[in-house]
């Protein structure tokens, strides 16, 4: 009996427990586009992107962060997503509703090294994303939020804690009136009086 259990310790110990990768944080980008040049991104809680029947040349995408706790490295991470948007009527305030996704993709990820963070860009279709946008435009509505839902794709063993996310990037469309600090309004009143 005393061997047996020695056995099913040592078994214990040889069976490597199985690593999972979490997504640690998530969000948006938006790409400024120059001439001549590649795009460069940058993190944004919100995209100024008015009601317009010939889209942006400015292009949004979502990121993860993924992280791996544990020591050894994780190999063929599949990250799934999907992208909707909450329309609005054109020349509307109220509120939006949530439609069906309008893009369903996937990205592979080689590896994520052991007790490391990195970063992966989920690109939207230009071709779907400007499509959608023209169709609804020609309907009379328009998105003031997309949001996207990632998961990576479990395996036999593995749970799903911490490894679904949802980020929604607001859109405004017109700018936020600048809100005035009391030393301006003083200012203000100084100018205007005789």
């Given at each position: 009996m005393k061997k047996?259990?020695?056995?099913?310790?040592?078994?214990?110990?040889?069976?490597?427990v199985a690593a999972e990768v979490l997504i640690a944080d998530a969000g948006?980008?938006?790409s400024i586009r120059m001439r001549k040049q590649n795009p460069q991104f940058h993190r944004v809680d919100h995209w100024?992107?008015?009601?317009?029947?010939?889209?942006?040349?400015?292009l949004p995408r979502a990121y993860v962060t993924l992280e791996n706790p544990n020591?050894?490295?994780?190999?063929?991470?599949?990250l799934r997503y999907c992208v909707d948007?909450?329309?609005?009527?054109?020349?509307?305030?109220?509120?939006?509703?949530?439609?069906v996704p309008f893009l369903n993709d996937e990205k592979r990820v080689p590896v994520v090294g052991g007790g490391k963070k990195f970063d992966v860009a989920l690109p939207l279709n230009r071709v779907a994303l400007d499509g959608y946008l023209k169709k609804m435009y020609r309907a009379g509505f328009w998105p003031d939020a997309f949001r996207v839902r990632v998961m990576i794709e479990p395996r036999p063993g593995e749970t799903l804690d911490r490894r679904v996310r949802e980020t929604t990037l607001p859109v405004a469309w017109r700018p936020e009136p600048r809100a005035t600090t009391?030393?301006?309004?003083?200012d203000e009143?100084?100018?205007t009086a005789p």
């Open positions: 047996l259990g020695i056995v099913a310790l040592l078994l214990s110990f040889s069976i490597p948006w980008e938006l100024m992107f008015p009601p317009n029947p010939v889209p942006k040349r400015s020591a050894a490295a994780e190999h063929a991470v599949l948007a909450r329309l609005r009527r054109i020349g509307t305030s109220a509120d939006g509703v949530w439609t009391p030393e301006e309004e003083t009143r100084s100018e």
